[in-house]
């Protein structure tokens, strides 16, 4: 079946440092990837997105690009903020005509320090 | 746009009680609703998929009796936690698609923290 596995938390950084979170995935075909974002107390929010190889998603300053040779949907950002610490879902969705279910990574959980 | 709510966010209750966790989506309609059950430290296990007007269909290892969804309409589904347990602690999310058979999105609500003492 599908699965998602990113890199164990918590990640701690200073503000401005340059993040990555690591995701590798094992989906048959070309699922859709996405990275959620759960700020304290709040629900999860799509915060970028992929739906083919190549593809590169960007919001807010995180970027992600899809990489089908290596199973990959690496989180980037080039300058964390305090307002960045949040915890962080890699997902995927399987490919194929009426497929809308969601398969979450375990989350990493960041926080940034002044 | 696209605003699930839930409620109520937290929730605390007796043994053997039941809980009922309402989400709704508040600007569209959602035929396709999804149930997430998150652990401490731990991905969002999806515990069942429901469909407007027909019955929800469960992912393996959950209990259909136990953990009872209801999606009467296009805007509502319930998930009630029949004689609840301390073991069904946790963190209860829905979430909300607009349509049954595209690559749209899910909405996510705020999620409900239910505490069974």
Redesign the interface.
């Known amino acids: 079946g599908d699965s ?1 596995t990113q890199m164990e938390g918590p990640v701690t950084l200073s503000e401005e440092a340059f993040l990555t979170i690591n995701c590798t995935y094992t989906a048959t075909g070309y699922p ?1 990837l ?1 990275w ?1 974002v759960q700020y304290p ?6 915060l970028l ?1 992929a ?1 083919k190889a190549d593809d590169k998603g960007s919001n807010k300053g995180f970027e992600a690009t899809y990489r089908k040779e290596t199973t990959s949907f690496h989180l980037e950002k080039g300058s964390v903020q305090v307002s960045d610490s949040a915890v962080y ?1 890699c997902a995927l ?1 399987s490919a194929g ?6 398969t ?4 990493t959980k960041l926080s940034v320090i002044p | 746009g696209a605003v699930v709510s839930q409620h109520p966010s937290r929730v605390i209750c007796k043994s053997g009680t039941s809980v009922k966790i309402e989400c709704r989506s508040l600007d569209f309609q959602a035929t396709t609703m999804f149930w997430y059950r998150q652990f401490p430290k731990k991905s969002l296990m999806l515990m069942a998929t429901s469909n407007e007007g027909s019955k929800a269909t469960y992912e393996q290892g959950v209990e259909k009796d136990k953990f009872l969804i209801n999606h009467a309409s296009l805007t509502l589904s319930t998930l009630t936690v029949t004689s609840a347990h301390p073991e069904d602690s946790s963190f209860y999310i829905c979430s909300a698609s607009p349509e049954p058979s595209s690559y749209n999105e899910q909405f996510f609500g705020p999620g409900t923290r239910l505490t069974v003492l």
């Open positions: 998602v859709s996405f959620y107390g709040e629900g999860l929010q799509l997105k739906t879902f969705r005509a009426g497929s809308y279910q969601l979450f990574g375990k989350g």
